[in-house]
């Protein structure tokens, strides 16, 4: 019932409803005020006529049992009458009902009737009276008085009066008329009310339902256009309103997804900040970075973000001013741009950072300028040297031909220091940008790592180095590997090892088997060993570091760097194990 009186179609119902129920009253009113003064009138203008016509019959006829019967007839069935002498005595009378003598009795008591006896002009009075139709209830009649005349002088008066009966009835039948008109009318109005819904409502309600549909994201159903009313202009107003949605919902799906590429894309971490300093979003390098910095806080229940960016934040939030920063975070640095967002009504609604990480860029300009220092360091001894003697020779400073030769040999060797240095940083060059090429073939790996072991037997007698191989493979076992390359790393690593390593030392190379898919293969000398700050630099060019491990043995200071581009070419790895005092090991692996 709820949802009827709640819909269009109750509302319009009650409001016709109202409607005609306050007409029909206002018309009921009216019309049994209307009929009631009606009703009164004739019955004023009826009871002055019978009263008149009875007094003229009683005046002009002397036949009293004759008179009587004429005025009977006279008389309606509602109408009562009673002729009065003037002594006040009740000569006839012609009533019907209950209480006939209390009505006579009252009537003739009421002073107002006093002046009918004495006067020529009938009197008119309203009074309240027993009923003639139920003991013990009061009704208002009309009472007329008229004057009886024998030769123009007054011997007695006629009084006739009605039974309101008749007025009642009169009421009673137009009230039930009024309320079979509302009737009728509500039974209209609710047929209109719903008729109406057909033709109104119906669409209203399929606009309804199209809008929870649209609400829902189904932007594909249309509404009929069938009228061509104002509904139905509705309705194609809705159809075009539902296109534009769908084209715009699709515009803005775009625009969103191609900002999603491009901050996912990004290398950049940008994060958006609410008004309450709270992240808004993220892309994904900002979210590595903020599990980073939470990772790296020691109190779990402190804010992910940085105190420094937190209060460049607070400083951006508050004067509304961009700010660019490059800042230090726990040992790595960021280049930070922080931006005011603003909405329609240009005020601040948060803030969007732009957080690049510089830490790599510097290190690759570092080591740039170390490697600039350090090939310009290699090549002017050399260089020197070179220019040194070879003036020495042009000036004719020598003076004999023993001495000559040695410049000679002296200037030959740092030529061909040189060449191993331009060589080994081609080499270089081309590994680390991808251009090596690989010549694999399916090799026996002992026999070749025990060849190789055994080049350096008589360079470690000279140095007085002890020199072992040492293997836990069988013969058979064979590696795809480029030989020459290999070879080049285990020269390069066992020369270090030997060149490193004091008199009376060892230098051991051994071969095992790892994992069952890899082939360890070390190299551990019983030399000065490397100190623990340094070994995560020795695969670096140039590197350098104690002065027991200087140029001055006659390494260029690529040979490690070289070693673990050849090894990470062969889908291996390389690494590093050092106690100063104790020597060193390198292991490489090589898949089986």
């Known amino acids: ?40 009138e004739q019955a004023d203008i009826s009871l002055r006529q019978t009263a008149s016509t009875i007094a003229s019959i ?94 123009d002088k007054v011997h007695g008066a006629i009084f006739i009066y009605q039974n309101p009966s008749a007025l009642h009835q009169t009421s009673q039948e137009t009230t039930k008329i009024v309320f079979l008109s509302a009737f009728i009318a509500f039974v209209l109005t609710t ?44 309705a194609v107003a809705f159809n075009q309103m539902g296109r534009q949605l769908k084209h715009h919902l699709e515009v803005i799906n775009q625009e969103k997804e191609q900002l999603a590429s491009v901050l996912t894309s990004m290398t950049d971490s940008v994060i958006t900040f609410n008004r309450d300093r709270t992240i808004l979003l993220s892309n994904p390098p900002a979210d590595k970075l903020l599990q980073k910095w939470f990772i790296g806080k020691k109190d779990e229940n402190t804010h992910p973000i940085p105190q420094e960016i937190v209060e460049m934040l607070e ?44 830490t790599e860029r510097l290190r690759l300009e570092k080591l740039r300028s170390d490697f600039i220092a350090n090939v310009s360091h290699e090549l002017r001894t050399p260089i020197a040297m070179l220019q040194g003697y070879s003036e020495a020779l042009l000036d004719d400073v020598v003076s004999d031909e023993e001495e000559r030769n040695e410049i000679t040999r002296i200037i030959y060797d740092e030529s061909q220091r040189m060449g191993r240095l331009v060589n080994d940083l081609l080499d270089l060059a081309r590994m680390e940008n991808g251009h090596t090429t690989l010549y694999k073939d399916e090799v026996q790996v002992v026999p070749v790592i025990e060849r190789i072991t055994q080049k350096f037997t008589q360079v470690a007698k000279e140095k007085k180095v002890e020199l072992q191989f040492k293997t836990g493979l069988a013969e058979n076992v064979q590696i795809s590997m480029d030989e020459d390359r290999i070879e080049q790393v285990l020269t390069n690593l066992i020369d270090n090892a030997i060149r490193h390593t004091p008199t009376e030392g060892s ?55 070289i070693a673990k581009n050849i090894v990470e070419a062969h889908k291996g790895n390389i690494r590093v194990d ?3 005092g104790h020597g060193t090991t390198f292991t490489f692996y090589l898949p089986l």
Request: glycine share 4%.
């Open 191 to 234: 047929f209109f009310a719903f008729f109406l819904s057909s033709r109104i409502t119906w669409p209203l309600r399929k606009m309804r339902e199209h809008a929870f549909e649209l609400a829902k994201g189904k932007f594909d159903e249309t509404l009929p256009t069938t009228q061509n009313d104002e509904i139905g202009q509705l």
């Open 315 to 358: 400083h951006v939030l508050s004067f509304e001013d961009k700010l660019d920063e490059d800042i230090e975070i726990d040992g790595s640095y960021y280049r930070i741009t922080i931006s005011p967002l603003k909405n329609s009504e240009q005020s601040i609604r948060g803030a969007i950072a732009v957080i690049r990480d510089m």
């Open 507 to 561: 230098v051991t190379v051994s071969l095992e088997q790892e994992l069952s898919s890899f082939a360890k293969i070390q190299v551990a000398d019983t030399g000065e060993g490397i100190p623990r700050e340094d070994l995560p630099y020795v695969f670096e060019r140039f590197y350098k570091a104690d002065k027991a491990r200087t140029r001055s043995k006659g390494g260029t200071g690529l040979g490690l760097a």
């Open 1 to 40: 019932m709820n949802r009827i009186i709640s819909s269009i179609v109750g509302k319009l119902w009650l409001t016709i409803l109202l409607l005609v129920s306050f007409v029909l009253f206002v018309f009921t009113v009216l019309m049994l005020e209307f009929l009631e003064d009606y009703h009164q």
């Open 578 to 580: 050092s106690e100063v």
């Open 58 to 151: 009683v005046d002009n006829y002397d036949l009293e049992q004759l008179t009587d019967e004429i005025i009977n007839e006279m008389i309606t069935e509602d109408t009562n009458a009673f002729i009065v002498s003037q002594e006040r005595d009740v000569v006839s009378a012609f009533q019907t009902g209950l209480n006939s003598t209390e009505i006579q009795n009252n009537i003739l008591k009421n002073k107002n009737f006093n002046e009918i006896f004495e006067s020529t002009e009938p009197i008119l009075d309203r009074m309240i009276l027993p009923s003639q139709l139920e003991e013990g209830k009061m009704e208002t009649y009309i009472v007329l008085s008229y004057p009886l005349k024998s030769d």
